[in-house]
Structures are given as structure tokens and as C-alpha cells.
């Protein structure tokens, strides 16, 4: 084992601000000792006991959830999820792209949260509500159904004989999901996605959830047959990124209608939960109407914590460090200190992420002191104009730093939070390809809204979202210029099997031409454009091929880039995006976003000539090539990024960290890369005479 000064050197922060990421609770992976059930825990008692008054009397509540940026809100959504999902189903529903969609939205959040599998159980929260639902009617019911649909639909209107919307298609649809060979087609027509007429057939349904009234009305069938079975949980996070009305304000009375709705049509077994920054609330609350005002039953607020519970928050981060000294550190937060802690907060109360900020910052100042000779209890201010490289077990003379090998017009005033955001660049865009493994896994209107929200990162000109005219399909499209001269560029990004639906697009587009709405139109289309009998099909012909107007196949790595900027930028404005110890803003996301120019690795950007106007010269790349070369550089920008963020690190540490971002490189390939960047002088090894893993690396490029 090594002594935990040496492993303070080598590994990486354990405060890092890439672990400070809010988001959806059914997309972490969260580690239970995270949890002090003293911080918050009057809170999530206090909604325990609300739960426990819906399981009694049914009834529906909203609780409105309130907190300063840093105090915890989806911390706690994560908390309560774990906690209570054994008696409560739960559902995350994140920012909507339009107000005037955000029932559907709802709806595919509710469908999509109901889809994972909790904790310790073997099937998915959907199929657990569904046997809550009959259960009362026979224990064996669904093992005993395949084959039996009009029994099944018949049972269940007979228990249900009103208030049931579309009860027979509604019933069909419950039934396949018990089909393993359904299921996955069931919940994509509860979600709402326009299927092709023989997914249709197959489920014995007409249409698809196409309107803001039939997401009401399928959402409320939840509520409607809620009778013997466990709450849903509706928890609405990260309000800051939603729709904005007419006047600039965030929409929170699209919102407020949709709960006011859940109330004043006495839909039973729902818990609303929202979750949103204080400052947020107190200047957009007196937009809601009072009447919906008054649909909330409760009001909680997280405060700052006391300093005792701090101190447990560096404990669980630097446990595992301690756990691998060859001797007990003299305290369990070694090398920090209670007296960090006083010094920081006089008034004895701190935010939680604060206490981890702080954490990172003293952790760091710890590695230093240890490569001056000094204790990592003994240190100062640390502004490091170029490293100091001391083996922490044997003095040597400093390193003269060599020429920066970054290069970067960023206003931002050092090049660390450009290695920093490139770090939460590519530890998000990890975490994006994980859960993101299909183009259509988002809604027209999101996929459109997030290719918009990166367009203006680009520079581009006049983005106006809905150039299509069509009252239905103009959430497909917006509309943009490279340049005044070339005129407006049109895109429409259309997924949906349905080919009746497809067709309808088609004519759209050809209306938007002749209307003069812009000069040149691109599709976006991964999904099968028909047959050449199709009216559709036909009419695509007409429009892009050999045309000046292009069709575009999107690849699904453009998608989780897509994204990953999206989630990025809900955490900037909800001032949850932690770079280099500070939150940044948007116009700061967008700048690194340039910069780092982490857009080129998108072959979708590339063929809509993100990176250049001349439409008549533009060709579509070698995409493999294109992923190699990214990937070569990728891995260059993580480990020169990494090491510069840490200033000092284990060569095996360093390697090890790469190889969990880029599981496909092989720890030759790595080390490669490592080599390249010493010989170019970027970073430096401390020590060349010991055995290669047991080398420290440090940063010698700014």
C-alpha cells in the first residue's frame, strides 16, 4: 500500500466539478453512502408524509420545491426516488421545447420514467402499475393473458365502466405490454410516437397520441384507474431551460395548467413535485394565475446546512483515498480541515455544493503544499503562474514551464476552464451515449429544439424555430441564414414511421417553398422514406433529389451531441454548470463550446455546412474518417485536459482515467498518446527513473 500523502499526489481530485451534474434521477447511477439522511432530511420526511396521505385518501397533491442554486433540489428528487419507490411510482419530467406541447411532454417523461426498472425489483415501474391495476381481480391475471385480449379489454372496462378515454383502444394497448414481444411497441404508442399503420394494426389501435387533448386524456386514464394501485410521482426539474411566453418569462403557467387540471378533474393517485431555483420562483410566480396558485398544497424550502453536516460531505468523497493508505490518516477528512470549513463559512451554515467546491479547491492547495515540502495541512492561497514539480518523496528543482501548446481566443481569463468544460464535455457526452441509443428516443419538437440551441452557438443568423406553416407539423421545422446573400435556409427533422404523416410534411414543405419561406431546405431523415407507389415518396423525389434542396441522414453520434449540449446548457441556466470552481453562464457555454470546437466531431452539423457557407461546394465527409481523426484528438485534448485540471497526477491513474472515457483504446494506444504529449512538451514526468506506473505527471503547458 502507499502513503496518503503519495496518493493525494497521484490520483484525481475526488471534488472534481464534473461529478456536480443535476439531471434526470432515472439516468445516475448514485451511490447510497452519498446520502446524509440528516441534510434535508425534515424535507423528504415531510413529503414521505404527504405520499402516505395520497396512498390513503387518492387524492392528488402538488408540492412546490424551492432552493437556491447549489442547495440540493435534484440531490434530493434522486433521494426521494431511492427512498420511496417502493411504495410510489416516479416520474421524471424534464424542461418542455413549447408550451403548446408540453402535454405530450409530459406524457413521453411519464411513459419513459415508467419504463425503467427500480432498484432491487425484476420488472419495469410500468408493468408493476399494470398488475397493481388488476391485481384485485386475480393475483395470476397477467401471467395467464396472452392470447386474450378481448377478455382482457372487456375485464377491465367492466371495472372501469366510465371516465375512460378511448377505453378500448387505451385497454388493447395495456394488455400488449404484457407481450414481451409488445411491449416495447406498446409503450412507444403510450408515449405518443406516430407508428406506421402495421405497428397500428398490430396493436389494435387506429391513430396515434398525435394532440395536446388525447396526451391529456391518456395521462388522465393514469389517474383514472388509480384506484387500488401506488401513486405516480410527477417530479418537474430544471425549469429554467423551458419554453419562455411572449413577454421573456419562463411559461410556468403551461405548467400550472396542466396541474390545476390533475386537480379540478379529480385525477387520483398523483403527487406533483416542483422543483426550481428560489430567485427563478420569486420573479416568475406573479405571471401564474392566482387560481392555480392555490392548487399547490405545499410549500418547502431547502436552506443552507449546518457546518456538522458539511464535514460529512468531504468524509464520503475521501473515504475511498483513505481506504488504500498503508496507515490511517490522521483524520477522516485528511487533508483537509474543520478549520477550512470556519474559515469559509463564518456564519456556520453552507450550501451543499459549496462544501464541495470548497473541498476541490483545499484538495488541490493540498497537492501543492506536498510538492513545496510542506504538510497538506500547512498552505496558503494558491495561484500557480506555472507548477512546481517536487516529488513529494524527494525534493528536485522546479520544472521551467515550456510554450503553451493551447492556443485559445476565449475571454475567459485563464486556459483552465477551457481544460475543464472540455472534461465535462466528454464525461457528459459518455454519460449521453449510454442512455441515448436510438434517434427517435426524442420528440420532434426536442430534436429540433436542440439542433436550434447549437445552431446559435455557430454563429448563424436569424434562427426562427417554425417556418413550416402547417399548424401540426411546424414544430419539425426552423429556419436560419449562413448568410443574407444565400438567403434562408430551412431544416425539418421528421422521424415518425407514419408514412400518412411523412406525406403531410412532404406537401408542407412544398407549400413552404412556394410561400417564399426560405430558398433552400434540408431534410433530416433517418427513418424509411416509402416506396416509389407512395404519395410521400413521390413527392421527397420531387423535392430532393437532384435538387439544389438536400435530404440528410442523421447518425447517432450527431444525436448525443446534440444532447449532451442540450444538458449542458439546462445546467447553465439553471447556474448548475461548475467550470473551475465558479458557475458559468450561457454566453460563457457557448464560448467554450466554439473554442473547443467539440461541434466538428458531427457528421449531421458537417452536412448542414455548420462549418462553412458555401452551400454549392459542400460535401458530405468520410464519416469514418471523419470519427477517427476526432477520435485521435479526443483523446489528446482529454489527457492534456485532465492533467492540466489536476496539475499533478499518477501516470496509472492518468491512463486508467482515459480508458474509462474511451473504452476502446487499449492501454498501448494510451500510453501512446502520453508519450506523444511529454515529447511535445505539454506535460512533464517527475520522476523518469521510476517504473513507468509508478510515475508522477504533471501539467507544463498553460
Known amino acids: 500500500m502507499t502513503s496518503i500523502d503519495r496518493l493525494i499526489c497521484e490520483t484525481v481530485n475526488p471534488f472534481d466539478s464534473t461529478l456536480f451534474r443535476p439531471g434526470n434521477f432515472w439516468q445516475e447511477t448514485h451511490d447510497t453512502r452519498s446520502a446524509i439522511t440528516e441534510i434535508h432530511g425534515e424535507i423528504v420526511t415531510e413529503i414521505d408524509r404527504t405520499v402516505d396521505q395520497t396512498i390513503a385518501d387518492r387524492r392528488s397533491r402538488t408540492i412546490l420545491l424551492s432552493g437556491d442554486s447549489g442547495a440540493g433540489k435534484s440531490h434530493l428528487l434522486g433521494r426521494l426516488k431511492r427512498e420511496l419507490n417502493r411504495?410510489?411510482?416516479?416520474?421524471?419530467?424534464?424542461?418542455?421545447?413549447?408550451?403548446?406541447y408540453i402535454w405530450r411532454h409530459t406524457l413521453r417523461y411519464t411513459i419513459d420514467s415508467l419504463m425503467y426498472v427500480p432498484d432491487g425489483r425484476s420488472e419495469s415501474q410500468l408493468l408493476l402499475w399494470l398488475k397493481g391495476l388488476i391485481s384485485t381481480r386475480d393475483a395470476g391475471f397477467v401471467d395467464h393473458l396472452i392470447g386474450a385480449r378481448?377478455?382482457?379489454?372487456?375485464?377491465?372496462?367492466?371495472?372501469?365502466?366510465?371516465?375512460?378515454?378511448?377505453?378500448?383502444?387505451?385497454?388493447?394497448?395495456?394488455?400488449?405490454?404484457?407481450?414481451?414481444?409488445?411491449?416495447a411497441l406498446a409503450c412507444e404508442w403510450l408515449k405518443g410516437d406516430e407508428l406506421d399503420e402495421e405497428s397500428l394494426r398490430l396493436l389494435n389501435v387506429n391513430s396515434a397520441i398525435d394532440t395536446e387533448s388525447k396526451?391529456?386524456?391518456?395521462?388522465?386514464?393514469?389517474?383514472?384507474?388509480?384506484?387500488?394501485?401506488?401513486?405516480?410521482?410527477?417530479?418537474?426539474?430544471?425549469?429554467?431551460?423551458?419554453?419562455?411566453?411572449?413577454?421573456?418569462?419562463?411559461?410556468?403557467?403551461?405548467?400550472?395548467?396542466?396541474?390545476?387540471?390533475?386537480?379540478?378533474?379529480?385525477?387520483?393517485?398523483?403527487?406533483?413535485?416542483?422543483?426550481?431555483?428560489?430567485?427563478?420562483?420569486?420573479d416568475n410566480a406573479k405571471q401564474i394565475q392566482p387560481a392555480d396558485l392555490a392548487r399547490i398544497d405545499e410549500q418547502l424550502r431547502l436552506k443552507p446546512i449546518a457546518l456538522h453536516l458539511a464535514k460529512p460531505l468531504w468524509t464520503l468523497r475521501l473515504a475511498p483515498l483513505h481506504h488504500q493508505a498503508n496507515e490511517p490518516p490522521p483524520s477522516d477528512i485528511y487533508p483537509l480541515s474543520q478549520a477550512d470549513l470556519d474559515r469559509k463559512f463564518p456564519g456556520g451554515r453552507a450550501l451543499p455544493r459549496s462544501v464541495l467546491m470548497l473541498g476541490r479547491q483545499c484538495f488541490q492547495e493540498a497537492k501543492h503544499a506536498i510538492q513545496a515540502g510542506r504538510s497538506p495541512l500547512d498552505r496558503g492561497e494558491f495561484t500557480p503562474d506555472h507548477v512546481s514539480v517536487i516529488n513529494p518523496l524527494e525534493p528536485i528543482t522546479p520544472i521551467t514551464p515550456v510554450t503553451p501548446i493551447v492556443k485559445t481566443s476565449t475571454p475567459i481569463t485563464t486556459a483552465l476552464p477551457i481544460a475543464a468544460f472540455q472534461l465535462r464535455w466528454r464525461e457528459t457526452l459518455r454519460q449521453t451515449r449510454d442512455r441515448v441509443t436510438h434517434i427517435r428516443q426524442f420528440s420532434e419538437p426536442e430534436r429540433i429544439r436542440m439542433l436550434r440551441q447549437v445552431l446559435e452557438v455557430l454563429g448563424v443568423c436569424g434562427v426562427q424555430p417554425q417556418i413550416l406553416s402547417s399548424r401540426t407539423?411546424?414544430?419539425?421545422?426552423?429556419?436560419?441564414?449562413?448568410?443574407?446573400?444565400?438567403?434562408?435556409?430551412?431544416?425539418?427533422?421528421?422521424?415518425?414511421?407514419?408514412?400518412?404523416?411523412?406525406?403531410n410534411v412532404m406537401k408542407a414543405c412544398q407549400k413552404a417553398l412556394r410561400d417564399n419561406a426560405c430558398e433552400f431546405l434540408y431534410l433530416i431523415r433517418a427513418e424509411s422514406l416509402g416506396i416509389p407507389r407512395n404519395q410521400g415518396y413521390r413527392r421527397y423525389r420531387e423535392l430532393f433529389v437532384d435538387s439544389v434542396h438536400r435530404h440528410v441522414?442523421?447518425?447517432?453520434?450527431?444525436?448525443?451531441?446534440?444532447?449532451?449540449?442540450?444538458?449542458?446548457?439546462?445546467?447553465?441556466?439553471?447556474?448548475?454548470?461548475?467550470?473551475?470552481?465558479?458557475?458559468?453562464?450561457?454566453?460563457?457555454?457557448?464560448?467554450?463550446?466554439?473554442?473547443?470546437?467539440?461541434?466538428?466531431?458531427?457528421?449531421?452539423?458537417?452536412?448542414?455546412?455548420?462549418?462553412?457557407?458555401d452551400l454549392s461546394s459542400l460535401l458530405t465527409p468520410d464519416r469514418e474518417e471523419h470519427r477517427a481523426a476526432g477520435l485521435d484528438r479526443s483523446v489528446a485534448d482529454f489527457i492534456f485536459a485532465l492533467v492540466q485540471t489536476q496539475q499533478l497526477m499518477g501516470r496509472l491513474v492518468l491512463r486508467d482515467t482515459t480508458a474509462a472515457q474511451f473504452a476502446t483504446l487499449t492501454g498501448d494506444q494510451i500510453d501512446h498518446e502520453i508519450e506523444r504529449l511529454i515529447t511535445e512538451g505539454a506535460i512533464g514526468v517527475l520522476d523518469p527513473s521510476a517504473p513507468t506506473d509508478s510515475q508522477l505527471v504533471c501539467c507544463l503547458a498553460e
Open 150 to 183: 378481448s377478455t382482457f379489454v372487456r375485464n377491465l372496462k367492466a371495472a372501469h365502466p366510465v371516465g375512460i378515454y378511448n377505453a378500448n383502444e387505451f385497454f388493447s394497448v395495456l394488455f400488449h405490454l404484457t407481450d414481451p414481444d409488445r411491449y
Open 473 to 503: 407539423y411546424s414544430r419539425y421545422s426552423l429556419g436560419f441564414y449562413w448568410s443574407f446573400e444565400v438567403g434562408r435556409v430551412g431544416v425539418i427533422w421528421v422521424e415518425e414511421p407514419n408514412l400518412v404523416s411523412f406525406c
Open 553 to 613: 441522414v442523421p447518425d447517432l453520434d450527431s444525436m448525443q451531441i446534440l444532447a449532451s449540449y442540450h444538458d449542458l446548457l439546462t445546467a447553465a441556466l439553471g447556474g448548475d454548470l461548475i467550470l473551475d470552481d465558479r458557475p458559468v453562464s450561457q454566453a460563457e457555454l457557448q464560448q467554450l463550446a466554439r473554442d473547443t470546437g467539440v461541434f466538428q466531431e458531427s457528421c449531421l452539423l458537417q452536412e448542414l455546412g455548420a462549418f462553412g457557407s
Open 87 to 100: 411504495k410510489a411510482f416516479f416520474a421524471y419530467v424534464g424542461p418542455w421545447p413549447e408550451s403548446n
Open 215 to 282: 396526451a391529456q386524456n391518456i395521462l388522465g386514464n393514469f389517474g383514472r384507474v388509480a384506484s387500488t394501485n401506488q401513486p405516480i410521482i410527477l417530479c418537474f426539474d430544471n425549469l429554467d431551460n423551458v419554453d419562455r411566453s411572449e413577454h421573456g418569462h419562463i411559461d410556468l403557467q403551461a405548467l400550472f395548467n396542466v396541474n390545476s387540471i390533475i386537480h379540478n378533474q379529480k385525477l387520483k393517485n398523483f403527487v406533483v413535485i416542483v422543483s426550481i431555483i428560489t430567485n427563478t420562483w420569486n
